[in-house]
C-alpha cells in the first residue's frame, strides 16, 4: 500500500495550517493565561435571539429550509441591507443564506474562479482567504497595505499587481487584524480601478455593524459597485453569533444563481434554528448590538491608549475588535515577541506576519475579552517590556 499522506491531493498538501493555531496550543497547555488570541465576541447571544431557536425546536421546525434560506430571513436581510447600508437586494434573486461568512467566502470563490485566474488578496488579512483561492485552483496574489497608513491600501499598489488573468480582489473593512476602516473615498478608489479593469470586488464585510467613529459605507454602495461587488456578511461579530454558523452573501443575480448551485450540492441549506435565530436577531436585536458595541468602543479606547503609553505605537482603528500595535521598538520578530510574552507573561497574542508580510513587527490583540483582564494584560504585558528593556 501508498503511504496514507500519498492519497492527498497535491492542493491540500501544500496549504499551510493556520499559524495561529500554533500559539493556540502552546496556550491550551498553560495555566492562568489571558487570550488576547480569539477572534470572536465575549458577549453570549442576547436572550431573545437564543428564545428563538429554542421556541423554533419546540415548534418542530427541523428540518431542511429552502437552499437559499427561509424566505422571512432573506427578506429581512434585505431590508437591513437597504435599512443600515443603503443597498438593494432582491430577497429571491440576490441573497443566500450560508454557514457563515466562511461558507459565503468559499462559494463565492468556487462561482467565479476557474483554474489560473488570479484574485488579489489585500493583506494582513483574515487567514482564509489565500487557502481558499488555492482550493477552488486560483492563484493568489498578495498585496501588502500600507503600514505607515494605518494598514489602508494604496490604489496604485493594487493596479500595479492587476494582470490579464486578474478576475477580482478581495477587501475587508473593518479589517480583521488591523481594525482599519475604509471611508467612502478610499472605497471609491478601489471601486475605479475594478471599472477600469473590470474586475469583482469580494468585500467582506462581516465587521461592519462593529464601527466606533465614522459611519460605514459599503462596497456595494459605491455608484456603478452593487453589480461588481460580491457582499460578505453573516451573524457571527455583530450579533455575537459565532457558534450558531450563520452568514450571508449578496451579488447579482447570474453570479447568485451560480452560488446557489454550489450552495446546494455542497451544504443543502444553513441550520434551519440557527435561521431562526438570526431572523429575530434583526428583528429585534438593535439595542443588543449597540450595548456591545458600546462596550468594545471604551475597551478600544483602553488598549489604543495603553499600547501608545508602553511605546508600542498602536493606530486607532475604526471598527472590529482588535488592535494591531507595532513591536518594533523592542526589536523582536512578532513571533518572537508572541512566543516570549507568552511563555514569561502567559498574554496570548497572536503574530502579525501570520495574516501577510507587512504583518510582521505587529501582533493583533483581541479587544474582546473583560476589561479587567485587558488591565491584568496590559500590566503584564508593561513588566514584559521593562523586564526586555531592562
Ligand atoms: N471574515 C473575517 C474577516 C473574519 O474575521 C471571520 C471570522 N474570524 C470570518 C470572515 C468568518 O466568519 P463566520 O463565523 O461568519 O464564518
Known sequence: MKTTNSYLSRTVSDIKPSGIRRFFDLASGMEGVISL??????????????????????????????????????????????????????????????????????????SIIDPGDEVIIVEPCFVSYSPLVSLVGGTPVHVQADKDQEFKVSPEKLASAVTSKTKAIMICSPNNPTGTMLNKEELEKIAALAEKHDLL?????????????????????????????????????????????????????????????????????????????????????RDDVEEMKKSYRRRRNYMVSSFNELGLKCHNPGGAFYVFPSIE???????????????????????????????EGFVRCSYATSLEQLQEAIKRIRRFIDNHNG
Open 201 to 285: 470586488i469580494i468585500s467582506d464585510e462581516i465587521y461592519a455593524e462593529l464601527v466606533y467613529d465614522e459611519s460605514y459605507t459599503s462596497m456595494a454602495a459605491i455608484k456603478g459597485m452593487r453589480e461588481r461587488t460580491i457582499l460578505i456578511s453573516g451573524f457571527s461579530k455583530g450579533f455575537a453569533m459565532t457558534g450558531w454558523r450563520l452568514g450571508f452573501v449578496c451579488a447579482p443575480e447570474e453570479i447568485t444563481a451560480a452560488m446557489l448551485k454550489v450552495h446546494q450540492y455542497a451544504m443543502m441549506c444553513a441550520p434551519t434554528m440557527a435561521q431562526h435565530a438570526g431572523l429575530e436577531a434583526l428583528l429585534n436585536g
Open 37 to 110: 488570541g480569539v477572534g470572536e465576541p465575549d458577549f453570549v447571544t442576547p436572550w431573545t435571539v437564543r428564545e428563538a431557536a429554542i421556541l423554533s425546536l419546540e415548534q418542530g421546525y427541523t428540518s431542511y429550509t429552502a437552499n437559499a434560506g427561509l424566505l422571512e430571513l432573506r427578506q429581512e436581510i434585505a431590508s437591513y441591507l437597504a435599512r443600515i447600508f443603503g443597498v438593494q437586494y432582491q430577497p429571491d434573486k440576490e441573497i443566500i443564506v450560508t454557514v457563515g461568512a466562511s461558507q459565503a467566502i468559499d462559494i463565492a470563490l468556487r
Open 329 to 359: 521598538s523592542t526589536g523582536l520578530s512578532s513571533e518572537e515577541f508572541a512566543e516570549q510574552l507568552l511563555v514569561q507573561e502567559k498574554v496570548a497574542v497572536v503574530p502579525g506576519n501570520v495574516f501577510g508580510e507587512s504583518g
